[in-house]
């Protein structure tokens, strides 16, 4: 009797081509958007930008340095005063370390275009330009005579950041920041008298490991988000379970099956076992969909049984939407559930991004989402830990799915209430 | 055409519950993501056994310089366990001469944590041996106030000076997204009325078409209008986050939008014939608009050119470019006219378009 109440929502959802779109398309749709649009960034090992900036130059930097030494010269320092100077002065072509060295450490992908004053305003408008590096007249002149014989002020440089590029641009000026700190420990030692030596932090390079936590590999961000869309969208699986259920009461299908002599128990049970299976059926195609055109593979066999403890949650929940709505008589408890909860859900849940990254608070009631534990199931068996660490999300989904069954079974209408 | 208009306030009035949770919704959305710690960083789990790391510059350097925080947790299981769960992304172990990043999920912020990391250890080095060399306590501060040269930075397009601020991006994004269901439900109910026969009725008056469709789409760009309003209002003066001064201004600039949206909800309208149709719409049109047009995250991170030129048609990527160029760019009026009059000619090409189809859709 339940297969014949699972066969009649089978026929009921696949009469409403609609509905279907909305659970199997919006997740692909989102999958897809997401990894298209996310795909440079997302990619997981690498960090590419590639940032064109140019670099504006009013005054020649040699020269600068030239005439600086001359008039060190000409000025009436001791001759050894004035050699050692000169010596330094050579070395501190700022603007030649900055082109060259600065930006050169990052693998070339920073691309300086050199350009003449007059183009400033050509530049600026070029959106193709993530930063504009604007020297001004005589500023090498004005450092060296600030660094070296503590004249006038410190001169300043301008950076223009392209608002719509603000990744790259803010990558720029954190190069230009870092930059203008080393310059500044090494004014520190001269103006103490101490051995430039004291700079070199040796090397570091090595000093630390990046590895992946547990046995396995770490998760990429497709396959994330592969995860975090599929247990977003089979919450909507029970919002439409729901809707026909209700839809059922309100056109008096419930009252025939009852009155065929039907138990209200079994018509209740076939609303949970069509929850189980279209929740199965869809993470099923969603998750064939990733494996086939993302190449998102699982261990067969735990991600079944994963994806059977989520769809059994997504079971009760279904039942616990029908049976509210049937108490109080109105869709708009499924609508609540289907406009807001699935959305916050999906947020605690990390289905956007991980969400302890922002407060722990959020990271437990993270947890305590249907969606939210199965997606730390599934991340678990994609890194490939021991199945024993996704054990606890499992038993949580069944308690989580026996609690809201004994909820509902408590609150649907009794004989007569209807 | 007040009639209309009187009817669906006192039907507002009277089920208040979607627009009150609507509103509700996209300020805790943008309040869990960013708006509420003031900050926008990622927190990174890390442990030490040693105390004198913890308080040690290094840390501190981190949370300074980067998007990060460090966020010291008392044993190395619960480290462990909270990149196990897939709710953080990856954590470190300082040890006494090196670290140990734990990595859960692969993702551009564990390079980029890791150059943080390196920096700051370099950095600390080289202070420390500063100030063992000079005699000094605050090298640091020393440095900072002495600097070599400065560098001032500053915006293309703006006026004003460099800003970043997270938290508009996330209050932006979430009230421009959850306006888009207040605005498409109360559009929805032409087509409800129309199911119920209320339409055809209303037409049989003396009412003209018209007035029906102008009395409609006030009402629906006045409810999404209030909604954005309240939200911003709770934000600026609850909440106070920094609208730089442009508080006003933005109020007066969300007009457009919500207009394209209201326009947009028309054509929706028109496009389908059932109610399961619309629901099956709404949140597909919704979230992808939201994602294309940058409100979950900035545009600038999108590398592909094909979801970029996706993103000119989209009314959210105008919406979020008014608001960030009034507030943060400091755009002036004329560079402000570009994406305003893009979205007043989506507006009347969809309403045409809207209309056009739901006259010539019977829906019974």
């Not at chain 1, 049984?305 to 109105?330: E, H, K």
């Not at chain 2, 949370?63 to 909270?82: C, G, P, Q, Y």
């Not at chain 2, 979950?296 to 996706?310: A, C, E, G």
Request: with cysteine; aromatic share 14%.
């Amino acid at each position: 009797m339940i297969w014949d109440i699972v066969k009649k929502q089978s026929i009921l959802f696949i009469r409403n081509p609609q509905q279907l779109i909305l659970l199997l398309m919006l997740p692909i749709i989102l999958i897809c958007i997401l990894s298209v649009s996310l795909s440079g960034f997302i990619s997981g090992e690498t960090f590419e930008i590639d940032a064109k900036i140019a670099m504006i130059e009013h005054t020649d930097e040699k020269e600068q340095i030239e005439r600086f030494i001359q008039e060190v010269e000409n000025s009436k320092l001791s001759e050894v005063e004035k050699k050692e100077i000169g010596q330094v002065a050579k070395n501190i072509s700022i603007v030649h370390l900055l082109k060259d060295e600065a930006f050169a450490d990052m693998d070339k992908l920073i691309d300086i275009t050199m350009v003449s004053p007059e183009d400033k305003a050509t530049v600026l408008a070029d959106d193709s330009f993530a930063a504009v590096i604007e020297i001004p007249k005589d500023f090498t002149y004005n450092a060296l005579n600030f660094y070296l014989l503590k004249e006038g002020n410190a001169s300043e440089m301008k950076v223009y950041q392209n608002e719509s590029k603000t990744l790259q641009s803010n990558i720029v000026k954190s190069i230009i920041d870092s930059f203008q700190e080393q310059m500044s420990m090494m004014k520190f030692t001269m103006d103490h008298h101490i051995d430039p030596v004291n700079l070199e932090a040796g090397d570091l390079e090595h000093i630390g490991t990046v590895e992946p936590i547990g046995k396995g590999n770490p998760v990429s961000s497709k396959q994330y988000y592969t995860i975090g869309m599929a247990v977003m969208n089979v919450l909507y699986v029970a919002t439409a379970v729901g809707v026909y259920a209700f839809i059922e009461k309100q056109t008096q299908v419930f009252n025939r099956v009852i009155l065929a002599n039907v138990s209200r128990w079994t018509y209740f049970s076939g609303i949970f076992v069509s929850g189980v299976s279209f929740a199965l059926i869809q993470l099923l195609i969603i998750f064939g969909f990733s494996w086939i055109v993302y190449g998102v593979t699982w261990p067969i066999l735990q991600f079944l049984l994963v994806t059977v403890c989520l769809a059994f949650a997504v079971g009760a929940l279904s039942v616990l939407l029908t049976s509210i709505s049937y108490r109080i008589n109105s869709e708009s408890v499924i609508n609540f559930f289907s406009n807001f909860l699935v959305a916050l859900l999906a947020l605690l849940g990390g289905s956007f991004f991980p969400i302890g990254d922002i407060a722990d608070v959020f990271q437990l009631l993270g947890d305590f989402t249907p969606n939210g534990a199965s997606m730390s199931a599934y991340l678990s068996l994609l890194r490939g830990d021991e199945f024993s660490q996704t054990i606890p999300y499992l038993i949580y989904l069944l308690l989580f799915t026996f609690c809201l069954l004994l909820v509902s079974i408590f609150s649907f209408p009794k004989r007569g209430q209807i | 055409m007040s009639g209309i208009f009187i009817t669906k306030i006192k039907w507002l009035i009277r089920n208040p519950w979607t627009f009150i949770l609507m509103t509700f919704m996209s300020i805790l959305f943008a309040l869990i993501t960013g708006g509420a710690n003031g900050t926008n960083k990622i927190t990174v789990p890390a442990y030490t056994e040693l105390n004198q790391i913890k308080n040690s510059s290094l840390a501190e350097m981190i949370d300074e310089k980067s998007i990060f925080k460090i966020d010291w947790v008392t044993d190395k299981r619960a480290l462990e366990k909270k990149i196990l769960s897939g709710k953080h992304e990856f954590g470190i172990v300082f040890n006494q001469d090196d670290y140990d990043i734990l990595v859960g999920i692969n993702s551009p912020n564990v390079v980029l944590f890791e150059n943080t990391v390196k920096n700051a250890y370099h950095l600390d080095k080289q202070f420390n041996q500063l100030e063992q060399a000079s005699g000094e306590e605050n090298v640091k501060e020393i440095i900072e106030n002495n600097s070599f040269f400065n560098v001032k930075s500053q915006w293309f397009h703006g006026q004003d000076t460099f800003l970043f601020d997270g938290n508009l991006h996330t209050l932006f994004g979430f009230s421009l997204f959850f306006v888009i269901y207040t605005i498409a439900y109360s559009v929805f109910q032409i087509l409800l009325e129309k199911r119920t026969g209320v339409w055809d009725r209303v037409i049989l008056s003396p009412v003209r078409k018209w007035e029906m469709y102008v009395a409609n789409f006030l009402y629906s760009f006045l409810i999404g209008y209030v909604q954005v309003v309240i939200v911003f209002f709770i934000f600026r003066f609850i909440v106070k986050v920094d609208f730089h001064g442009m508080f006003w201004q933005t109020l007066l600039l969300l007009i457009p939008y919500v207009l394209a949206i209201v326009a947009l909800s028309i054509f929706i309208i028109g496009t389908v014939n059932t109610i399961q149709q619309f629901n099956a719409v709404i949140p597909i049109v919704s979230v992808s608009m939201a994602m294309i047009g940058g409100a979950f995250w900035p545009l600038d991170i999108v590398d592909s050119t094909f979801m970029l030129q996706l993103s000119k048609l989209i009314p959210i990527t105008y919406g979020m470019e008014v608001l960030y160029g009034v507030t943060l760019y400091g755009y002036n009026l004329e560079q402000i006219l570009y994406p305003v009059s893009i979205l007043l000619l989506m507006t009347v090409v969809l309403t045409g378009l809207g209309i056009h189809l739901m006259e010539r859709n019977y829906i019974s």
